[in-house]
């Protein structure tokens, strides 16, 4: 994927990673797919933010990588998990760009979850 652009965030397309105060359970067909109090809230442009996971506090057994791939200028290349146990409604639920561009350098190992393809991303202060 060669002459892929790469932007930088700025005024007109602000992005900011903050650590999340927020305790954030993710659940698939009754099962905990995450929990965590480790998750970083991305705020990119006028998009809702978005909590990024660490791995470590992903049930990691209940994933399957899949090859979809997309790629973000600002962000850098993702890759994708399923969760089986989701069924049709949980493929590729889950994205994660394993080699961020440095100006979102600390996502890095931690995942997000797409919320219509889990049943419930529950944030708790």
Same mark, same amino acid.
Not at 59 to 66: C, F, I, V
Not at 78 to 101: C, L, M, N, R
């Given at each position: 994927?060669?002459?892929?652009?790469?932007?930088?965030?700025? *005024?007109?397309?602000?992005?900011?990673?903050?650590?999340?105060?927020?305790? $954030?359970?993710?659940?698939?067909?009754?099962?905990?797919?995450?929990?965590?109090?480790?998750?970083?809230?991305?705020?990119?442009?006028?998009? *809702?933010?978005?909590?990024? $996971?660490?791995?470590?506090?992903?049930?990691?057994?209940?994933?399957?990588?899949?090859?979809?791939?997309?790629?973000? *200028?600002?962000?850098?290349?993702?890759?994708?998990?399923? $969760?089986?146990?989701?069924?049709?409604?949980?493929?590729?639920?889950?994205?994660?760009?394993?080699? *961020?561009?440095?100006?979102?350098?600390?996502?890095?190992?931690?995942?997000?979850?797409?919320?219509?393809?889990?049943?419930? $991303?529950?944030?708790?202060?």
């Amino acid at each position: 994927m060669a002459d892929q652009p790469v932007l930088q965030p700025g *005024p007109d397309h602000p992005i900011t990673v903050t650590p999340s105060t927020d305790h $954030i359970v993710v659940t698939v067909a009754g099962q905990v797919v995450a929990d965590t109090r480790r998750a970083l809230a991305l705020q990119e442009s006028n998009y *809702p933010v978005v909590q990024y $996971i660490p791995m470590e506090d992903v049930d990691q057994a209940l994933l399957e990588s899949t090859d979809t791939t997309s790629y973000c *200028p600002y962000k850098g290349n993702a890759s994708y998990y399923s $969760i089986p146990a989701g069924g049709e409604k949980s493929v590729d639920a889950i994205w994660v760009y394993e080699q *961020p561009h440095d100006a979102v350098a600390e996502i890095k190992n931690h995942v997000a979850f797409y919320p219509d393809r889990v049943d419930a $991303i529950e944030v708790q202060a």
